[in-house]
C-alpha cells in the first residue's frame, strides 16, 4: 500500500507503450497495450495469446536506453517485437467532460453518416474509408470518456465502486486523515485522474467499468455484432498506427460503406445503452436526495 505522493508520482510518470509480436507457439499476433513506469530501467508486463487453441502467457521486458527503449520475450529472444512508445501524459490538463455527452454523440454521429454517404468508396482499401472508421472511433472514445468520467464526478455510488476497479489501481491506496482534511477532493481527483488515463478504444475495459458501475454491460448481446466490435479493435490499431496493413503486410479490404454502417450502428447502440444506464442512475441519485414526505394532517 502507498502514500498519496507515491500514487500521484506513479500516475504521472505512467508511460503507455504498445508491443506486437507474433506468438512462439501457435503464430498468432499479438498485440497488447499497457503502461510502465517512465523511470524504471526495466518493465515486465504479462500478455497472453487470444488464440482459443494456445492461450500461452509471454512476459515481455522493455528496457530503457539511453535515448530509447527496447523489447524482448523473456526466454525467447529470437522473436521480433514491434514496440511503440507514446509520449507521458503528465502536464495535460484534460478538459471538463462535456455536458449532454449523450447528445453530442449523436449529433457528431449524424455528421459522421452524412460523410459516409458524401464521400466514402466502394472499394474496401479506401484511404477515406479508413479516415470514416478512425473518426468513428474517435467519437465513440470521447463519448464514452465523457460519460464514464461526468458521471464519476457527481455521483459518489459511481466513485466507490470505481475504487474497485482493479485496471484503475486504486484498491491498495490510503490517504491519511490530514491528506483528507487538506485536500477533501483528493479521491474524486485521483478517480478522474486515472480515467483520464484509460485508454477507451479498449472496448473490453470500457464494458468491465459499465458493467461494474451502472449494472450494465454495453458489448452487444448478439454474438455476430460482438465479433464484430471486438476484432474492429486491432483493425482500428492497424489503420492508425500501420497505414491500414496488419501485421502480414496485408491491407485492410473490408472497411467498405456497409462495413462502416454496420458498426457505427453497434456503436451507436452501444452509446445508447451506456447512456440509459448512466440516466437510471441519476434518476435514483436524484430520487434518493428527496427530503422524506411527511403525511398531511387533516
Not at 482500428?236 to 472497411?255: E, F, K, P, S, T
Not at 450502428?265 to 428527496?290: C, G, P, W, Y
Amino acid at each position: 500500500m502507498g502514500s498519496v505522493k507515491e500514487y500521484l508520482y506513479e500516475l504521472w510518470s505512467q508511460i503507455d507503450f504498445e508491443v506486437t509480436f507474433e506468438c512462439p507457439e501457435c503464430g498468432q499476433t499479438i498485440s497488447e497495450s499497457f503502461k510502465g513506469d517512465g523511470a524504471a530501467d526495466d518493465i515486465s508486463e504479462e500478455v497472453r495469446c487470444l488464440n482459443d487453441e494456445c492461450e500461452c502467457d509471454w512476459v515481455v521486458i522493455i528496457s530503457k536506453g539511453d535515448f530509447s527503449y527496447s523489447a524482448h520475450i523473456d526466454r525467447e529472444a529470437d522473436t521480433e517485437v514491434s514496440l511503440k512508445v507514446e509520449d507521458p501524459w503528465e502536464g495535460w490538463d484534460e478538459p471538463e467532460p462535456e455536458p449532454g455527452a449523450y447528445g453530442i454523440f449523436v449529433e457528431a454521429m449524424r455528421e459522421w453518416h452524412y460523410n459516409v454517404d458524401a464521400i466514402s468508396e466502394p472499394e474496401g482499401w479506401s484511404s477515406r474509408n479508413r479516415m470514416l472508421f478512425g473518426t468513428l472511433y474517435s467519437i465513440a472514445e470521447a463519448y464514452f470518456s465523457d460519460a464514464i468520467v461526468g458521471s464519476a464526478l457527481v455521483d459518489t455510488t459511481v466513485q466507490r465502486a470505481l475504487l474497485k476497479v482493479k485496471e484503475l489501481g486504486l484498491i491498495d491506496k490510503q490517504l491519511t486523515l490530514e491528506t483528507v482534511l487538506d485536500k477533501p477532493e483528493i479521491v474524486q481527483e485521483m478517480i478522474r485522474a486515472s480515467l483520464q488515463g484509460l485508454s477507451y478504444h479498449n472496448l473490453v475495459l470500457v464494458n468491465g467499468i459499465s458493467r461494474a458501475v451502472f449494472r450494465k454491460p454495453i458489448l452487444p448481446q448478439n454474438s455476430d455484432d460482438r465479433a464484430i466490435i471486438l476484432s474492429s479493435v486491432q483493425k482500428r490499431h492497424d489503420c492508425v498506427h500501420r497505414n491500414g496493413l496488419n501485421m502480414a503486410g496485408n491491407v485492410h479490404r473490408d472497411i467498405t460503406p456497409q462495413y462502416l454502417r454496420e458498426i457505427g450502428r453497434i456503436f451507436s447502440e452501444m452509446a445508447a445503452t451506456l447512456d440509459r444506464a448512466v440516466f437510471a442512475l441519476e434518476v435514483k441519485r436524484n430520487f434518493d436526495a428527496l427530503p422524506d414526505s411527511e403525511e398531511d394532517e387533516f
